[in-house]
Every structure is written in C-alpha cells, then in structure tokens.
C-alpha cells in the first residue's frame, strides 16, 4: 500500500519528513518560534485569517515564509512515486538540465531522492 508524506524545508534545507501536513505545519511553526501552546491556541485561527485576507502565517513583515511544503507518494518499498501529485520521473524531468546533448536526468533523480528522503539531523 503507498503511503503519503509531507517534506519540510525552509529555503532549500530540510527540516524533516512528517506523516500529515498538520504535523508539517506545526514543525514549521514552531521552527518559526511559536511554542506549543501558542499552535495550540492559535494555529488554525491564523492559518485561516491568512486563507480569507490573505497572507503567510509563517511570514515576516508582510513577506510569504520560505518553507515549503512538498506531498510525496511512496511505494511500499520507500520509493518516490509522485512529487505534489505529478509523477516523480515526470517531475524530475521538469528540473534536469541538459548539457552537451546529454540530460542529467539519473544524476538528479538521485539528488532529489536523497533530498527528500535522507533527513538530516541538526
């Protein structure tokens, strides 16, 4: 059976990889410095202030937040399947490059699974 995961990161750098998107959220919260309590109390409101006025709950002075939130599909063996609900192979071939005639499909395919999946710890 696959399995959906949500990666975290903030400008480029990966925070970690979490079962639901409220988990997600959350950790970007209070790596953004907000406590417990105040996600407790809080969260929802904001997040849904920001979805009607617009906004980023994350953001400062008024500037959307670098954190992005990336869904994966995983087979049951672990592997990519999809990236934000478009086939991994599919997405991989947007962000390759070509030089000299020759793509860097493999070479990226195996950054972006070690991005996504190797999480590092602080």
């Known amino acids: 059976m696959n399995t959906v995961k949500y990666h975290l990161s903030h400008d480029g750098n990966t925070i970690g990889l979490f079962?639901?998107?409220?988990?997600?959220?959350?950790a970007a919260a209070r790596d953004n410095g907000w406590t417990d309590a105040e996600i407790a109390e809080k969260w929802e409101s904001v997040k849904a202030d920001c979805a009607k006025y617009g906004g980023d709950p994350l953001g400062n002075n008024g500037r959307d937040s670098l954190y992005f939130f990336v869904k994966l599909e995983l087979d049951e063996q672990g592997n990519i399947l999809t990236v934000d609900d478009e086939p991994f192979d599919d997405y991989i071939e947007s962000i390759s490059v070509e030089v000299?005639?020759?793509s860097d499909f493999e070479e990226t395919k195996v950054r972006m699974t070690d991005y996504f999946l190797k999480i590092r710890q602080k």
């Open 19 to 26: 079962d639901s998107l409220t988990e997600a959220e959350h």
């Open 100 to 102: 000299d005639g020759k």
